[in-house]
Each structure stands twice: as C-alpha cells, then as structure tokens.
C-alpha cells in the first residue's frame, strides 16, 4: 500500500509548506520541552508526548504532500500509520506508537492513569520520531527545513 492509496478515503493531496511544516516541528519541540517536566503528572506528561508524535507525524505526512481528512474518523490512526510510508518508521515503531495511540484513548475517555514506564514509553519514542523525522526531511526534503516559521 502506498499514501496515494489512500488519497480520497483517509488522506487529501497538497502541496507541502516549508513554514507550516517548520511551525508544526517548532511545536513537537516545545511538546517535548513539556513532557520533560517532572513536576507534572504522568497523564500532562504522557499527553504532550503523544501530541508531539501527532505534530511530527502530521510534519512527516506534510512533507510527502497529504494531510489527513479530519471530517473522517480515525485521523490519528491514519497519521501513526503511514509513518512508515512517510518517512521509514520501522513497523514495530509504529505498532508502539499506535499502542500509545490507545493508551491516550484510554486515559482520555475513561480516566485511566498512566505508568511510569507507559510515561517514558511515550516520551522516549517522541524523541526517537523527532530525530527521525528531522533526519528524514534533511535527508529527502531539505528545502523543507529552509524557512523559519514565525
């Protein structure tokens, strides 16, 4: 499967923006700044790990010209999932990734805690995408990453 197949039933063609793609970057990074402050709960933490993931995802879809459509269900799914595709997340990332996809759900809609190690689960692959992300856009996409967002 590739991203064009899924063009008209999870994802829309645009043309990618340097500066929403850096402004999206510019975000994960100051997400990533707060999940690294202890003083806060394992739930905020855990939280702004996760929408740091969703931020560099939707970066890395940008990148390849496709955003979800967010009228259809599922768009976070969507995002996790074509991680793959989008910038060469191994499977296994992304099944992790989409476990904490979950996890989020859980704590979100049911009040589940978060753990500990579910916490540094979520911080530790934030990071990991972020380096991926910013490596694959330097290697791939480099005019991306010229423009200085605002």
Not at 25 to 52: C, G, H, M, P, W
Not at 98 to 111: E, H, P, V
Request: glycine share 4%; proline share 3%; aromatic share 4%.
């Amino acid at each position: 499967m590739t991203l064009e197949n899924l063009l008209g039933i999870r994802l829309e063609a645009i043309t990618a923006d340097p500066v929403m793609i850096q402004k999206l970057l510019q975000a994960a990074d100051s997400s990533l700044k707060d999940a690294s402050i202890e003083a806060l709960s394992n739930e905020t933490r855990f939280d702004v790990a996760y929408k740091a993931i969703m931020q560099l995802a939707n970066a890395a879809l940008q990148a390849n010209g496709f955003r979800t459509l967010t009228s259809v269900p599922g768009h976070h799914q969507t995002m996790i999932q074509s991680l793959p595709k989008s910038v060469g997340l191994p499977r296994e990332r992304m099944i992790e990734l989409d476990t904490l996809r979950k996890q989020r759900n859980l704590a979100d809609y049911s009040g589940a805690l978060v753990t500990n190690k579910e916490r540094d689960s979520c911080i530790m692959l934030a990071q990991e995408l972020h380096a991926l992300v910013e490596q694959w856009l330097l290697d791939n996409q480099p005019q991306l990453l010229n423009e200085k967002a605002e």
